[in-house]
């Protein structure tokens, strides 16, 4: 019998819906790259509902008891007191979800002797010390494409949503307003401007593409440069390095991994380069910048704006100053973990499981780390280290503070 941790944010404060907002939502088989959506032996939970909460439990309670497995479901993940510090003794299984991560960090896997799979449900691993999974020989597993256009989505939003300044003007409406100077003091068109991505993976290629009809001159930057038909069918600017493309740059978005060389790559040297009034989009990773040169860079008017859903440690404590620097457009961790993304991500995890189990291989595409080393994806797109330094102030964050 195998003990399966699974991390999972809140329920929603607000309850659930007595009815959901849609009767179903779209069936996506294959992805755009012709990799086939999860595809596990049987499902036990309706797509479009709540899976990613605590009450969701992934829809898998029913496979695992049934294969006679203990199935421990809790938010409670940071600090010494944690649930998940309860049960890392004897847990074979941990599975989270970056939005509400379960830090996997060193120390942590030195408690968890029983420890055999990290499983994100989602995309990103560098919650998990991956050089510590190495040594223990610990495999990781993630479910590759699963939320990747969930979060181009919301990237092309976020853009939008700064360079129109949507919010701000949202906020005069909402307080009985009607001036459309203040609407529109920072409002301008996104149609000729330059936009960069830093990498050009599932998820950057997916912006390139949404943008596209946006009639934009769209820049990437990556370590494999995109076939050169999709350079010309786009439009394509390729530049070898990010600091060679920020100057070019009036928006930036950052979809690369988080890994100890991209770790705080945005941060004050980096940002002299890139032009006065550029906005950033980072849906990627928070780590990706330095927290406080972004706000001084709000601050100074180097940056018109930020934007993202992703923070450094998650949940971020209170007072992170990203809720409340100028010109931000932050949610919270939310784009990957759409309802519609929930169902796809929970059968790659259920199929991950399945294998797990059966004992038959995992697939390429959803392996990060196996045997020891590097494997599958992991091998093409993440760099050997750990990312998970500092993690331990995610347990700063205090429910009843929120607003
Ligand atoms: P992919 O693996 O498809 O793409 C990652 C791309 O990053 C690859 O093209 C890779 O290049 C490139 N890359 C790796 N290191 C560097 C580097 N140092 N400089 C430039 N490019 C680099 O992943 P996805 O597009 O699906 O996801 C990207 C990231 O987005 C994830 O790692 C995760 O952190 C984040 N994410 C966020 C979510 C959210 O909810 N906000 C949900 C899902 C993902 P190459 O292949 O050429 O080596």
Redesign the pocket.
């Known amino acids: 019998m195998a003990k399966v941790v699974a991390v999972l944010y809140d329920d929603p404060e607000t309850g659930f819906p007595p009815k959901y907002a849609r009767d179903s939502i779209p069936e996506i088989k294959v992805y755009s790259d012709g990799q086939t959506a999860p595809t596990p032996k049987a499902i036990d939970f309706t797509p479009g509902e709540m899976l990613g909460s605590v009450s969701g439990e992934l829809g898998l309670r029913k496979y695992l008891e049934g294969l006679g497995h203990q199935l421990v479901v809790t938010s409670s993940k940071d600090g010494p007191e944690s649930e998940l510090e309860k049960h890392l003794a004897d847990a074979e299984i941990v599975i989270s979800q970056?939005?509400w991560p379960a830090y996997l960090t060193a120390e942590r896997i030195a408690k968890a002797p029983k420890l055999k799979l990290a499983l994100t449900a989602?995309?990103?691993s560098?919650h998990v010390d991956l050089q510590a999974a190495m040594e223990r020989n610990v495999t990781v597993a993630e479910v590759?494409?699963c939320?990747?256009i969930?979060?181009a989505e919301?990237v092309v939003m976020m853009i939008l949503g700064l360079v129109r300044n949507y919010i701000p003007a949202h906020d005069i409406v909402r307080a009985g307003g009607w001036n459309i100077a203040d609407a529109v003091k920072q409002s301008y068109d996104l149609e000729g401007m330059h936009v960069g991505t830093?990498?050009?993976?599932?998820?950057?290629l997916a912006v390139l593409r949404r943008l596209a009809p946006f009639d934009v001159k769209l820049h990437y930057?990556?370590?494999?440069r995109l076939p050169e038909a999709v350079e010309k069918e786009l439009n394509l600017t390729w530049h070898a390095t990010?600091e060679d493309m920020y100057p070019h740059c009036d928006v930036v978005t950052l979809?690369?991994?988080?890994?100890p060389?991209?770790e705080h790559m945005i941060n004050d040297e980096t940002l002299k380069l890139f032009r006065r009034g550029a906005y950033i989009v980072n849906?990627?990773?928070g780590k990706l910048c330095d927290r406080d040169a972004i706000v001084r860079a709000t601050e100074s008017g180097q940056l018109a704006g930020y934007a993202g859903?992703?923070w450094f440690p998650q949940p971020a404590p209170n007072d992170h100053p990203w809720r409340t620097m100028p010109n931000e457009g932050m949610t919270p961790?939310?784009?990957?973990?759409s309802l519609s993304a929930q169902a796809r991500y929970a059968a790659g995890t259920r199929e991950i499981l399945e294998c797990y189990f059966e004992g038959r291989p995992i697939r390429d595409e959803y392996l990060i780390v196996q045997d020891g080393a590097l494997a599958g994806?992991g091998a093409?797109?993440y760099?050997k280290g750990n990312a998970t330094g500092g993690s331990e102030e995610a347990a700063k964050y205090k429910k009843d503070k929120a607003a």
């Open positions: 970056p939005f989602g995309i990103g560098d590759t494409f939320n990747s969930s979060v919301h830093v990498a050009a993976g599932r998820i950057g930057t990556d370590r494999h990010r979809n690369c991994p988080l890994n060389e991209t849906t990627a990773r859903d992703v961790h939310m784009s990957g973990t994806v093409h797109s760099s």
